[in-house]
């Protein structure tokens, strides 16, 4: 469900003009070679409402949050969100052609993404927004002193995302690690 194959009659001359082209990133890892994917969102038409931002946590925050749980008594869990971006769906109304990777498709087929690739200028921002909502809906307060920071007052938790890894910090992390696990966004470190 990340894209959808365009038929040739809906591909026009201004489709293939504006289209993004892809390639594949390898990456060794261990005895296989991993690979993903990409857009080379470096020429991706953007609008006025597009926003490109994300933000990262501050080193401040983490400093303070280890504090918190050593002081505490916390245990950590930490976590990572496998293929994280294609978890979120691109915004309503925002429409992003790709070319499929010759490798596989040398016809010169075209796919309409339903969720944002790696490379896109827009991924990052659609990823936070997606695991927000997700927070909210598991019982989260998005702290305003930094959005990367979640509060869970019913289990005493606390999650710390960069990106697409997690830092748990709390009385039962485990627990929420499992809950946030099964919204099938988390693999465990």
């Known amino acids: 469900n990340v ?9 026009t001359p201004e489709i293939r003009r504006l289209a993004i082209k892809t390639r594949w990133v390898l990456r060794k890892k261990a005895n296989e070679v991993r690979a993903r994917l990409v857009a080379k969102g470096y020429n991706q038409q953007l609008t006025e409402d597009d926003d490109t931002y994300a933000s990262t946590p501050m080193v401040t925050t983490l400093k303070l949050l280890l504090t918190v749980a050593l002081s ?16 979120a769906l691109l915004p309503e109304g925002q429409r992003i052609i ?11 087929t075209y796919w309409e993404l339903l969720r944002p690739l790696y ?16 927070m909210k809906n598991l019982g989260g307060i998005r702290m305003k002193s930094d959005p990367n920071l ?34 099938p966004i988390v693999t465990g470190k």
Do not use: M
């Open 98 to 108: 790709v070319e499929a990777p010759r490798e596989y498709y040398p016809d010169g």
């Open 150 to 183: 979640y509060y869970f007052p019913e289990t005493d938790n606390y999650v710390l995302v960069y990106v697409d890894d997690l830092l748990i910090a709390g009385k039962s992390p485990d627990e929420l690690f499992d809950k946030i696990a099964q919204t």
């Open 3 to 11: 894209y959808r194959n365009l038929h040739p009659s809906e591909v």
């Open 119 to 134: 490379g896109l200028k827009t991924s990052p921002r659609c990823w936070q927004d997606h695991f927000a909502a997700t």
């Open 72 to 87: 505490r008594h916390y245990r950590i869990r930490l976590g990572d969100i496998s293929t994280a971006f294609l978890h």
